[in-house]
């Protein structure tokens, strides 16, 4: 991880960066870096449970905006910034300028290294497979000359498909840390429950998270 430095975490939807990356993103704040995230939607159409069962998306975006304020502290990423597209039509998007304000990101922040879904969205999900797909035009478009390297979180697709991860991060450490962070994102607690189960021991399957080096020095691995 020695050559991790100015890193922009790139996803769909308030909460996947916890899901995914919450112990690698800390990793980084704790050895100085300021890693900063893009979100492309604000989670408007996520699961409406228990207190926000009535709640319109308006009112869902402007709830899980603050949540997200709350695990970017506790993760601590130096920014975040919304797209504002809709939650769960990124697909619908049009991409010129969907790259575009990728490509804005990316030079805002003189990345030198991105990370984001891989092709497959990680699980299939439509927008997390468009966000993966735009990241890498950005990426790819020329327009980006700072990025040295393209990370995507790695998968049970990537492993069958052969292919290994290039960093792999133990959350055992600092499961506490992910635990809060997850419990920041209260809106969605009944999805986080079913993926982490009850967040007071780090389950063995969500144990790592794994990346894998998809692009390095302007050649696509
Ligand atoms: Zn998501």
Known sequence: MESWHKVGFIYAHPDDET???ACLIRELADRGEEPVLLLATKGDAGKKNG?????TNEELAEVRTQEMERAAQILGLAVVEHLGYPDGKLKEVETAPFVDAVVDFINKHQL?????????GGNYHPDHVAISQITTAAVLSGRCPSVEQLYYYFTAKLAEDGYKPSLIIDTLPHW??????LRAHQSQ???IHRHFGDLIVCPE???YESF????DQGALL
């Open 19 to 21: 899901f995914l990356s």
């Open 51 to 55: 207190a926000f069962a009535h709640s």
């Open 112 to 120: 030198k290294v991105v990370v984001s879904f891989p092709e497959d």
């Open 176 to 181: 506490a840390m992910k635990a809060e962070a």
């Open 189 to 191: 607690i009944l999805a």
């Open 205 to 207: 399957s969500r144990r």
């Open 212 to 215: 894998v080096l998809a692009y």
